[in-house]
């Protein structure tokens, strides 16, 4: 039977401690059904690497530690200073270099090479994120001509922005070796669309035919979603919690909750602001909303986020500052992670749900927010329009992040809303989270991955936000409908 081969830049291990993350949690029911290889760097940096191989059940998980240069250049290098902030649209924040790109290029040569030498013809390739393009490239370079498909978790800016990134064309169109590039929102996958147009004169509005012989590129829009269900009853237990019980506890009035790494893409110094906003405009709320606001250091060692940090503890001290009482702090910001169970109880506690981002793939907090809901006296989600989430959360209150008078005024709406609008509002997204539950997520990935039927044409594919997808068999037919809707 063929099996399926995972790539990303980290393995999540069974059994080998830790939070899940959230790769771990999308492809769950995809290592259940399937025989799954899972290909990844160890996260050890090692003069001499070692390439370890664990077996759980049926699935094997090949772990490759990186040498230092390679952990300097591929890693915190071009993904993390380059790939990362151009592709959440800061150009302003991105260090190139020429060292950097060739760390990357060589440490995906080195995965290919790993790879080529276990695939079997009729073997699945799904590639995972940001830290991995050219890996399809380096592949088909060793002759092999499996199904590879791509899937971006993070955003794909509009190509103005992404013409900016030095040696964008020998990056970007590397995509074209694969048979399938999926992306979290059809504004990404437009945007995709829109680079090869420009670049590469593909007629963005009709159908993509890349790479090479009988292979054509299809592009499609896979939202990630949450095990919305499961996660609904963790909350409801974890709100009986002793831990959570006291949190509910030690809170005057109503609690407004924020769950973010720290990270500048997330919005977090200028939703502070907002908040401060919402204090200075609204007295009558002093006393009664507590905002907390629990944030995982991410990525110290960049300067970039080290100096997010300051920013965030200075804006926490100055609210805190401004407006505490002896029996009141408005803000709580807490530096650490918690237990999926204690996030759970703590969203259910929240009255408001403050989810921000500058710019964001998806963000799952704002689904964990929604799903660990009580339906009879839900709370309120504010969402950024910047998320990708925003494309399903309509009913969220969706805000300009960049317009911290907006924002403050949404906390004040939610804050004062009716238990009949939250229900009604709920309901939307609750109804939203199942149609788009991670359950299925993988099954319609690697079902559009799969072989075009005999006559080469796209039948069955559908993505599911109902968008067409493209693909090289009617290239030159100008009544197909359009590759990517926004
Ligand atoms: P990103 O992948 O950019 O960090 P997402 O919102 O998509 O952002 O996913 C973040 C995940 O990390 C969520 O599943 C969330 O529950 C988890 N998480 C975030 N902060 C914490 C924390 N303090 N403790 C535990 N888990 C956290």
Not at 3 to 31: D, Q, W, Y
Not at 108 to 119: D, P
Not at 340 to 358: C, D, H
Request: with cysteine.
């Amino acid at each position: 039977m063929a099996r399926l081969f995972l790539i990303s830049n980290r393995v999540a291990v069974p059994g080998a401690g830790g939070h899940p993350g959230g790769l771990e949690v999308a492809l769950k029911a995809t290592l259940r059904k399937h025989t799954c290889v899972w290909l990844g760097w160890s996260g050890e940096v090692n003069e001499k690497p070692r390439t370890r191989t664990i077996e759980r059940g049926d699935n094997s998980y090949i772990l490759a530690d990186l040498r230092p240069e390679d952990f300097d250049e591929y890693y915190n290098g071009f993904a993390n200073r380059v790939l990362w902030p151009i592709f959440h649209y800061r150009l302003d924040l991105a260090e190139f270099s020429r060292r950097d790109l060739s760390g990357y290029l060589r440490v995906n040569e080195r995965f290919a090479e790993e790879l080529a030498r276990l695939l079997e013809p009729d073997d699945i390739v799904w590639v995972h994120d940001y830290h991995l393009i050219p890996l399809a490239k380096a592949l088909r370079a060793r002759g092999l001509n499996n199904r590879i498909g791509f899937f971006l978790h993070i955003p794909l800016p509009p190509p103005e922005i992404l013409t900016a990134m030095p040696n964008h064309e020998r990056l970007i169109p590397l995509l074209g070796d694969y048979d399938l590039v999926g992306f979290q929102t059809h504004g990404d996958a437009a945007n995709f669309a829109r680079y090869l147009a420009k670049e590469l004169g593909t007629p963005s509005h009709i159908s993509l035919r890349l790479g090479s012989g009988d292979r054509a590129m299809r592009i499609g829009t896979f939202p990630v979603g949450i095990e919305t269900r499961e996660f609904t009853r963790l909350a409801r237990r974890a709100v009986k919690t002793d831990f959570v019980r006291r949190v509910i506890a030690s809170v005057p009035g109503l609690l407004m909750i924020g769950v973010d790494r720290l990270d500048y893409s997330k919005g977090i110094p200028l939703r502070l602001e907002a908040y401060e906003r919402f204090l200075a405009a609204n007295p009558q709320w002093h006393g009664k909303v507590t905002y907390l606001q629990i944030t995982p250091k991410s990525r110290s060692t960049i300067k970039e986020y080290s100096e997010i940090e300051v920013a965030v503890n200075s804006a926490a001290g100055r609210i805190n500052g401004t407006y505490s009482e002896a029996n009141w702090a408005p803000v709580r910001y807490v530096n650490r992670p918690y237990s999926r169970t204690a996030l759970s109880g703590m969203y259910a506690a929240a009255r408001v749900g403050l989810v921000t981002p500058m710019r964001d793939g998806m963000n799952l907090v704002a689904k964990e927010y929604i799903a660990a809901q009580d339906p009879d006296d839900p709370g309120v989600l504010i969402l950024s329009r910047f998320a990708g989430a925003a494309d399903e959360c309509r009913e969220a209150l969706l805000v300009n992040p960049y317009d911290p008078d907006a924002v403050a005024a949404a906390i004040a709406r939610a804050m004062a809303m009716s238990k009949s609008e939250r229900k009604a509002r709920h309901a939307e997204l609750y109804a939203a989270l199942l149609r788009h539950d991670i359950s299925k997520w993988g099954d319609r990935f690697l079902k559009a991955l799969s072989p075009l039927d005999k006559k080469g044409a796209l039948s069955d594919f559908i993505s599911p936000l109902g968008s067409a997808a493209v693909t090289g068999s009617a290239a030159t037919d100008p009544e197909r409908p359009p590759a990517t809707r926004q």
